[in-house]
């Protein structure tokens, strides 16, 4: 079996860079109808393959809404499932013996109204969520890696932050 990230849309530069046009500008989004992607959702997934037959056995919708499609208004009163990322956030995935790990290479506001990207696992034989999402201080900006030190294991990946403090960092998790 062979996991991938894939993505759904069209693909278009905008005319002018996030300095020029400011927050929320989005690279690559491509066509829109009152704000919304031209492409219908879900905008990425993790795809799971059969190596011998080339058949999907899986695919599940990977990253959370944005607020810009979660919030607008051609929307208001649905009650939406997780439609994954539009645009360029492709990131690739963690694979153990029995999960797939992956961040969010986008972020969205939680209950609370913070900015949070979501660190998630799920089951590599089904594709089902795995309990317990990480929060994650930005958005994925590497692949997942693994190592082990001491006996215990670690998860580890790139993320970056915008504003005043923003940056890029190296975030590690370890494993019960």
Not at 40 to 55: E, F, H, L, V
Request: some cysteine; aromatic content about 6%; glycine content about 12%.
């Amino acid at each position: 079996m062979h996991r991938v990230r894939t993505k759904t849309g069209t693909v278009a530069a905008t005319p002018c860079r996030l300095r020029e046009c400011g927050p929320p500008a989005r690279f690559f989004l491509g066509p829109t109808v009152q704000g919304l992607p031209l492409i219908k959702p879900p905008y990425d997934r993790i795809t799971a393959y059969d190596m011998n037959s080339g058949k999907i056995l899986w695919q599940k919708t990977h990253s959370s809404t944005p607020d810009d499609i979660r919030d607008n208004p051609a929307l208001k009163g649905l009650n939406l499932p997780r439609l994954g990322q539009p645009g360029r956030t492709f990131i690739g995935a963690l694979t153990t013996k029995t999960l797939v790990i992956a961040g969010e290479g986008g972020v969205h506001s939680n209950a609370k109204g913070e900015q949070i990207a979501l660190l998630r696992a799920y089951d590599k034989a089904t594709g089902d969520d795995i309990p317990g999402d990480v929060k994650l201080p930005g958005k994925q900006t590497g692949s997942p890696m693994t190592y082990l030190y001491q006996g215990k294991q670690y998860i580890v990946l790139a993320v970056t932050t915008t504003g005043d403090e923003g940056g890029g960092e190296l975030i590690a998790y370890s494993l019960p």
